[in-house]
């Protein structure tokens, strides 16, 4: 069965620190996909990246970068320069390609990021 | 384009009593999934529809049922609510179950209270 774990529950950073955050995740699928999602207080999920598993470059976009290894099974996420805006949960996810999985996603437990001023 | 709305946002009940639940895709597209997010058990996935069938389901009591309509709107129905099922439930759509690996675009979330 998948399984994600997101083993920091809490992260509190000030301002302009850079920070990242964990990701490992179990399946017995060979074709899998990961998401990295944020979760502001309003409480939508607002989709921030997809990774294939036959794609391990890394991914850059502004101020978010993601590892993926999957020699370690990890998908970890970076904020380089937080801002206040960045604080929310942030959950990663996956998806297995199996016939009977559909859409379905897996989330991990997800992470309190808190930036300060 | 408009996002995955879900009506209503709030609703509170007591236990005993049942709720339905609303929510319409994004347009175009033809499944929809549902989450429960509880602090305790975090997001768990409850079903998933597409054309009108219910394609996965996820490991919850009988309770918690859902359907679909043609033009890709769906409702997830409890019964019998228990205090456990405070909760915000969260609704996601994506083209189909074959785009595998797909985005899924999630809703503002209704929030059940049980009393």
């Known amino acids: 069965a998948q399984k994600v774990t997101q083993a920091q529950t809490e992260i509190s950073v000030v301002e302009k620190e850079d920070v990242t955050l964990d990701c490992v995740y179990e399946?017995?699928?060979?074709?899998?996909?990961l998401f990295w999602y944020k979760q502001p207080p309003s409480g939508e999920l607002v989709f921030l990246i997809r990774?294939?598993?036959?794609?391990?470059q890394n991914e850059i976009s502004g101020r978010y970068s993601w590892n993926f290894q999957k020699s370690t099974s990890s998908f970890n996420f970076t904020i380089t320069a937080s801002q206040v805006v960045d604080s929310a949960v942030y959950f990663c996810?996956?998806?297995?390609?199996?016939?009977?999985?559909?859409?379905?996603?897996?989330f991990g437990e997800g992470t309190q990021l808190t930036v300060n001023p | 384009k408009a996002g995955v709305t879900q009506t209503p946002r709030y609703l509170i009940k007591t236990r005993g009593q049942q709720v339905t639940l609303s929510c319409s895709p994004i347009?175009?597209?033809?499944?929809v999934s549902w989450y429960q997010q509880t602090p305790g058990q975090g997001l768990q996935f409850l079903f998933e529809?597409?054309?009108?069938?219910?394609?996965n389901k996820g490991n919850f009591p009988g309770r918690f049922s859902g359907r679909q309509f043609s033009n890709s709107r769906s409702e997830m129905n409890v019964s019998t609510l228990e205090l456990g099922d405070s909760a915000l439930y969260l609704c996601?759509?994506?083209?189909?179950?074959?785009?595998?690996?797909?985005?899924?675009?999630f809703g503002p979330g209704t929030r059940l209270t049980v009393l």
């Open positions: 996601a759509s994506s083209l189909g179950p074959r785009t595998i690996g797909g985005e899924q675009f």
């Open positions: 399946t017995r699928d060979t074709t899998y996909y």
């Open positions: 990774r294939n598993s036959f794609d391990e």
């Open positions: 996810a996956l998806s297995e390609a199996g016939e009977t999985s559909g859409s379905r996603l897996t």
């Open positions: 347009s175009g597209h033809r499944s």
């Open positions: 529809y597409f054309s009108e069938t219910q394609r």
